[in-house]
C-alpha cells in the first residue's frame, strides 16, 4: 500500500460545478498537508496548505481534513475551464513531501 | 519575475553521458529540494539543502547523482552516465524554514522543471 492513494481519474465535470477532490494517507506522522495544481509542462504551484484538522477556505477553494480518518479533500466551487489541471495533494515528514499521483481534472464548458 | 529558475528547461542527451542541471530558488528562501517527476506520478523526493549543507537524501537518488549548493544560493543536479530510466521532469522547490526539521515547514514553490530525455 502506497503512503499516499488519490485516483487519478480523469475526472470530466461541466463548468460551474462544484469539484470534490480527495487524498487519503496512511502514515499517521504526516503534519502538514497541501493541495498543488500543475499544468501541462509547467512545476506545481502551491494552491492550500494546512496543519490542522477542519476546514480552510481560500476564494473558490476549500481545504479539508480529517486526520481521525486520514482523508484530506480539496472542493473547487463555481469551476471553469482554466481549472483544469491535475491536482497533487502532498504530506509533509521528515524526507520531505509526500505527494499522491495526481487527479486529471477536465471543466467541459 | 522572483519565482524558482531552473535551466535548461529541456534537455536532450544521449545514453552514458553526464548531464547537469541548474535551480535559482527564491533569494529569501534557506532550503532547497530537488524532485523527480515522471509521466502521471506525482513529484518524487530526491534531495534538500538548508543553506549549503545538504541534509536529506532518498534512496532513490543513486551514486550516478549528486547536488550540490556550494553558497547557500543556486544549486546544480549533475547524472552521471545517465540511463534512459533516467528521463523524466527534475524539479526543484525552495521554502524558508526556521528548523532541521523538515516536518517543520513553510510550503514549496516549485519551477516548471528541467525535462531530461535520454536516448
Known amino acids: 500500500q502506497k503512503e499516499v492513494e488519490q485516483d487519478p481519474g480523469p475526472l470530466s465535470v461541466p463548468e460551474g460545478a462544484i469539484v470534490s477532490l480527495n487524498c487519503t494517507y496512511s502514515?499517521?506522522?504526516?503534519?502538514?498537508f497541501m493541495w498543488y495544481r500543475q499544468y501541462s509542462r509547467k512545476g506545481p504551484e502551491l494552491l492550500m496548505y494546512?496543519?490542522?484538522?477542519g476546514n480552510k477556505e481560500d476564494g473558490r477553494f476549500t481545504a479539508q481534513v480529517d486526520k481521525s480518518s486520514k482523508y484530506i479533500s480539496l472542493f473547487i466551487r463555481d469551476s471553469q475551464p482554466s481549472d483544469s489541471a491535475t491536482y497533487l495533494c502532498?504530506?509533509?515528514?521528515?524526507?520531505?513531501?509526500?505527494f499522491g499521483k495526481g487527479t486529471h481534472l477536465i471543466i467541459q464548458p | 519575475d522572483t519565482g524558482v529558475s531552473q535551466n535548461p528547461r529541456h534537455k536532450i542527451t544521449k545514453r552514458g553521458q553526464n548531464v547537469t542541471f541548474r535551480c535559482d530558488p527564491i533569494?529569501?528562501?534557506?532550503?532547497l529540494y530537488w524532485y523527480r517527476q515522471t509521466l502521471g506520478q506525482g513529484p518524487e523526493f530526491l534531495t534538500y539543502?538548508?543553506?549549503?549543507?545538504?541534509?536529506?537524501k532518498s534512496r532513490l537518488l543513486s551514486d550516478r547523482f549528486s547536488a550540490e549548493r556550494p553558497k547557500g544560493s543556486f544549486s546544480t543536479l549533475e547524472i552521471q552516465r545517465t540511463e534512459q530510466g533516467d528521463s523524466a521532469m527534475y524539479l526543484c522547490?525552495?521554502?524558508?524554514?526556521?528548523?532541521?526539521?523538515?516536518?517543520?515547514?513553510?510550503?514549496?514553490?516549485f519551477g516548471n522543471g528541467t525535462r531530461l530525455t535520454v536516448t
Open positions: 522547490a525552495s521554502s524558508s524554514g526556521i528548523s532541521t526539521d523538515i516536518s517543520y515547514n513553510s510550503p514549496l514553490h
Open positions: 502514515n499517521s506522522a504526516f503534519q502538514y
Open positions: 494546512t496543519y490542522s484538522s
Open positions: 502532498a504530506m509533509s515528514l521528515a524526507d520531505g513531501l509526500t
Open positions: 533569494s529569501e528562501h534557506n532550503r
Open positions: 539543502f538548508q543553506n549549503e549543507a545538504q541534509l536529506e
